[in-house]
C-alpha cells in the first residue's frame, strides 16, 4: 500500500510513523503547498493522509481508497468535496482522545473552584478569597452529564468516575456502559440535564447537533450548574449561552471551542470569541482551543496513525466516518 502525507513533517516524525509499520507499506511526504506534485502523482497512491484535499488530487487518484483525517472530525471543506466519491473509505485519528480529556477536567476544576477571578485578585495581593469564603463545589457525590461518548468522552467519565461523581452520559445510539452509571441516547437529553451538576460537551459540529444546547435545554438545567464545552462552539447556542450567564442560571462555564476565530494571522491578537461581552463574567474561564496542545502530541499522532495503517492493511477498518452523520 503507498501512501502520501499531506502535510511537511520532518524525518523523526516519519520516522516514528515509518518504523511500526507493517511491510509492504510505503510513504510519501508531500508538504501541502507542493499541490503540483501532489496532483501529478495522485495515480500511485492507496491512501492519503491529511486534510483539505484537492478534489483536483482526487479526481486524478483512481487507486484511492482511503482518506485518513489526522485528528478527530472532518473538516467542513473536505466534507463537502468526500461527498462525491463515496466509494473512499474516510477515517479519523483519535490520538488526541486522553489529551482533550485532561483539557475538559482542568477546565472544569478550574471554573469549580473559581481558580480563575481568585488568581487575579492574588497577583494583586487580595486576600480576600480567603476571608470572604469564596465557596468552591465538591465533585464527590455530584453528577456529571457527558455529552458525546466516543473516545474522549469515555476518559472524561473515566476520571469523573475517580472523583466519585455519580456519571451519565448520553450518545446518538446509547448502549450498554457498566463502565459509568448510565448511558442514553441524545432523545433523553431532557431527562437527564435537570440531574446534573457539571456538564462536559464533545460532541462534533453536524446538522444534528448544531444548537444542540439551546433555549429549552439551559432552561431543564438545575440553577448553579456547570458547563465545560471542548466539542465545537456552535453545538451550544450562543444566545442562549449568554441568557444563562447573564441570568445566573449558570453558576459557572469554561469553553475551548467557540463561535468566532481569527479569520486570519493578523487577527490572532484582536479578535473576541463571542458577539456578547463575556468578558465581563467572572465565571466564566476562557481558553483558545488548545485541548490537544500538549508537548510530545506530534510522536503520539504518528504512532496512531501507524496502527491505522497496519490495520487497513490487514483489512481492519477503525474510526470510520460517515459523512452523512459527519463524523
Given at each position: 500500500m503507498?501512501?502520501?502525507y499531506?502535510d511537511?513533517k520532518?524525518?523523526?516524525l516519519?520516522?516514528?510513523l515509518?518504523?511500526?509499520?507493517?511491510?509492504?507499506i510505503?510513504?510519501?511526504n508531500?508538504?501541502?503547498?507542493?499541490?503540483e506534485?501532489?496532483?501529478?502523482?495522485?495515480?500511485?497512491?492507496h491512501?492519503?493522509?491529511?486534510?483539505?484535499i484537492?478534489?483536483?488530487f482526487l479526481?486524478k487518484a483512481?487507486?484511492?481508497?482511503?482518506?485518513i483525517?489526522?485528528?478527530a472530525g472532518?473538516p467542513?471543506?473536505?466534507?463537502e468535496?468526500l461527498r462525491?466519491y463515496p466509494?473512499?473509505?474516510v477515517?479519523?485519528?483519535?490520538?488526541n482522545?486522553?489529551?482533550v480529556?485532561e483539557?475538559?477536567?482542568?477546565?472544569l476544576l478550574?471554573?469549580?473552584?473559581r481558580?480563575?477571578?481568585?488568581?487575579?485578585?492574588?497577583?494583586?495581593g487580595?486576600?480576600?478569597p480567603?476571608?470572604?469564603?469564596?465557596?468552591?463545589?465538591?465533585?464527590?457525590g455530584?453528577?456529571?452529564?457527558v455529552?458525546?461518548?466516543?473516545a474522549?468522552?469515555?476518559e472524561?467519565a473515566?476520571?469523573?468516575k475517580?472523583?466519585?461523581?455519580?456519571v451519565?452520559?448520553?450518545?446518538?445510539?446509547?448502549g450498554?456502559?457498566?463502565?459509568?452509571d448510565?448511558?442514553?441516547t441524545n432523545?433523553?437529553?431532557?431527562?437527564?440535564?435537570?440531574?446534573a451538576?457539571?456538564?462536559?460537551?464533545i460532541?462534533?459540529l453536524?446538522?444534528?447537533?448544531e444548537?444542540?444546547?439551546?433555549?429549552?435545554e439551559?432552561?431543564?438545567?438545575?440553577?448553579?450548574v456547570?458547563?465545560v464545552?471542548?466539542g465545537r462552539?456552535p453545538?451550544i447556542?450562543e444566545d442562549a449561552?449568554?441568557?444563562?450567564?447573564d441570568s445566573?442560571?449558570?453558576g459557572?462555564?469554561?469553553?475551548?471551542?467557540w463561535?468566532?476565530y481569527?479569520p486570519d494571522?493578523?487577527?490572532?491578537?484582536n479578535t473576541f470569541?463571542?458577539k456578547y461581552p463575556?468578558?465581563k463574567?467572572d465565571n466564566?474561564?476562557f481558553s483558545?482551543h488548545r485541548?490537544?496542545?500538549?508537548?510530545?502530541?506530534?510522536?503520539?499522532?504518528?504512532e496512531?496513525l501507524?496502527?491505522?495503517?497496519?490495520d487497513?492493511?490487514?483489512?481492519?477498518?477503525?474510526?470510520?466516518?460517515?459523512l452523512?452523520?459527519?463524523y
Amino acid at each position: 500500500m503507498k501512501v502520501v502525507y499531506m502535510d511537511q513533517k520532518d524525518e523523526d516524525l516519519l520516522e516514528c510513523l515509518r518504523g511500526p509499520l507493517d511491510e509492504g507499506i510505503d510513504i510519501v511526504n508531500i508538504p501541502p503547498d507542493n499541490e503540483e506534485e501532489l496532483i501529478a502523482r495522485a495515480e500511485e497512491f492507496h491512501a492519503v493522509i491529511g486534510a483539505r484535499i484537492p478534489r483536483e488530487f482526487l479526481d486524478k487518484a483512481v487507486n484511492l481508497k482511503y482518506v485518513i483525517i489526522p485528528f478527530a472530525g472532518v473538516p467542513t471543506q473536505d466534507k463537502e468535496v468526500l461527498r462525491d466519491y463515496p466509494d473512499l473509505i474516510v477515517v479519523n485519528s483519535h490520538f488526541n482522545h486522553v489529551y482533550v480529556a485532561e483539557h475538559a477536567w482542568a477546565l472544569l476544576l478550574a471554573s469549580a473552584k473559581r481558580l480563575c477571578p481568585i488568581h487575579e485578585k492574588m497577583k494583586d495581593g487580595n486576600w480576600s478569597p480567603r476571608y470572604d469564603h469564596w465557596m468552591g463545589l465538591g465533585l464527590e457525590g455530584k453528577c456529571l452529564l457527558v455529552l458525546g461518548y466516543g473516545a474522549a468522552g469515555k476518559e472524561i467519565a473515566r476520571i469523573g468516575k475517580a472523583f466519585g461523581m455519580t456519571v451519565k452520559a448520553v450518545n446518538r445510539s446509547g448502549g450498554d456502559a457498566p463502565e459509568i452509571d448510565h448511558l442514553g441516547t441524545n432523545d433523553e437529553l431532557h431527562e437527564l440535564l435537570p440531574e446534573a451538576d457539571f456538564i462536559v460537551v464533545i460532541l462534533p459540529l453536524t446538522d444534528e447537533t448544531e444548537g444542540f444546547l439551546g433555549t429549552k435545554e439551559f432552561q431543564s438545567m438545575k440553577v448553579g450548574v456547570h458547563l465545560v464545552n471542548v466539542g465545537r462552539g456552535p453545538v451550544i447556542d450562543e444566545d442562549a449561552f449568554y441568557d444563562a450567564l447573564d441570568s445566573g442560571k449558570l453558576g459557572g462555564a469554561a469553553i475551548d471551542t467557540w463561535w468566532i476565530y481569527p479569520p486570519d494571522e493578523e487577527s490572532r491578537t484582536n479578535t473576541f470569541p463571542s458577539k456578547y461581552p463575556l468578558d465581563k463574567f467572572d465565571n466564566l474561564v476562557f481558553s483558545p482551543h488548545r485541548s490537544t496542545h500538549v508537548e510530545g502530541r506530534e510522536k503520539k499522532r504518528m504512532e496512531d496513525l501507524a496502527d491505522i495503517l497496519n490495520d487497513l492493511n490487514n483489512g481492519r477498518e477503525r474510526n470510520r466516518v460517515s459523512l452523512d452523520r459527519g463524523y
